[in-house]
């Protein structure tokens, strides 16, 4: 059963960066494409990014686009969101989410497995 443990989130102010780990254990992450995804308080979840499991196909939402990069390491069965010029309207819980034999990875999907997510907050 694969899991997956967020890290990194914190309190940033704008303008800042901060790097999100997201941790697998239980199997490899070699066949899973990644998706990172936020949800604020009072609004819908959003997909911010997502990376294939070769690495090759990376897609980022229009609200984080140049400013949110997305990496995945497999030796260390790791993907990583590092965000960039952060904003307030950023704040949100960040979590990620896995999903099985995707070379193209898609944000509007439901993915096999999640993790509890990290707050992110970028405040003055």
């Known amino acids: 059963q694969l899991q997956l443990v967020e890290s990194g989130g914190g309190l940033v102010q704008p303008g800042g960066s901060l790097r999100l780990a997201c941790a697998a254990s239980?199997?490899?992450?070699?066949?899973?494409?990644i998706g990172w995804f936020r949800q604020a308080p009072g609004k819908e979840r959003e997909g911010v990014s997502c990376?294939?499991?070769?690495?090759?196909?990376?897609n980022y939402a229009d609200s984080v686009k140049g400013r949110f990069t997305i990496s995945k390491d497999n030796a260390k069965n790791t993907v990583y969101l590092h965000m960039d010029s952060l904003k307030p309207e950023d704040t949100a819980v960040y979590y990620c989410?896995?999903?099985?034999?995707?070379?193209?990875?898609?944000?509007?999907?439901?993915?096999?497995?999640r993790g509890q997510g990290t707050q992110v907050t970028v405040s003055s």
């Open positions: 989410a896995a999903h099985p034999f995707q070379a193209i990875c898609v944000l509007d999907q439901r993915y096999m497995y």
């Open positions: 990376i294939g499991y070769s690495g090759a196909n990376r």
């Open positions: 239980g199997s490899t992450l070699d066949y899973y494409a």
